[in-house]
């Protein structure tokens, strides 16, 4: 059971990565509230697509695309504004936390990952702009982390683009904040997608998260839906700017 926001029924909305994981608790979030959901990501995702359309009786718009090619990340947002109206919701939440250490990076891979986890998000920012414009204002969440406040070693790359995020979003919201356009983030902890269980989640791995974490379950994609959704409603009106951490309590800020 999620929340419910009226202004959010026949929003025009667009996911990075919404057929799996998180992205896809997502992409159900809203078309429970009624929106008119568009989603990338690489792999097909007909049958996530069946099984909205069952569920909720809406069916979301599934435009296959790699974001590290901005020419048809760009082209799957102008596809998803001429299906559903201009996009006034973009929820910027695909991204690759791929493990590696320093020394084995090289140029090539921190220009792959420097594009999936900052370059696309900063790109569909810009593009989304002039419908928001359009529209008379619009919400964009991006997707950050809290693996850079808590200093996390393994990923330098994936922490160095989280950081890079909360900075654009901090740049976007004061430069578009007078146009009604909004811009904030969401930091997750460790939700369990099923990629985080098959490649990361050991018992003793997870259990020493947990004792970090002051509220003592488990975070499951589910999670992350209504922060989004608050996010994304003219509920919260007021915020932009901001960077909402839903981890269970792991960094604690103000």
Request: glycine residues 10%; aromatic residues 8%.
């Amino acid at each position: 059971m999620h929340a419910n926001y009226p202004d959010l029924k026949g929003a025009s909305v667009f996911i990075t990565g919404g057929g799996s994981g998180i992205g896809a608790a997502l992409t159900s979030g809203f078309l429970a509230q009624g929106a008119r959901v568009a989603f990338v990501q690489r792999s097909d995702a007909s049958e996530f697509c069946d099984e909205q359309e069952s569920l909720h009786g809406n069916r979301p718009l599934f435009l296959p695309c790699d974001i590290t090619d901005m020419s048809a990340l760009k082209g799957a947002m102008d596809k998803a504004a001429e299906a559903h109206g201009p996009i006034t919701a973009l929820v910027n939440n695909a991204a690759n936390d791929k493990r590696h250490s320093t020394e084995e990076v090289d140029e090539e891979f921190w220009d792959w990952s420097q594009s999936i986890n900052l370059k696309a998000y900063f790109f569909a920012c810009q593009h989304v702009i002039p419908g928001m414009r359009a529209a008379g204002g619009g919400s964009i969440v991006n997707f950050t982390s809290i693996s850079y406040m808590m200093g996390n070693a393994g990923y330098v790359s994936y922490t160095t683009a989280n950081s890079g995020i909360n900075g654009m979003t901090r740049s976007l919201a004061r430069e578009f904040g007078p146009e009604n356009i909004r811009v904030n983030a969401i930091a997750p902890g460790w939700v369990l997608t099923q990629k985080q269980k098959d490649m990361w989640v050991t018992p003793e791995a997870l259990q020493a998260h947990l004792d970090r974490q002051c509220l003592k379950f488990e975070l499951a994609p589910e999670d992350m839906v209504d922060p989004v959704l608050f996010l994304s409603s003219k509920t919260s009106r007021a915020m932009t700017g901001q960077s909402l951490v839903v981890d269970g309590g792991v960094v604690v800020t103000g």
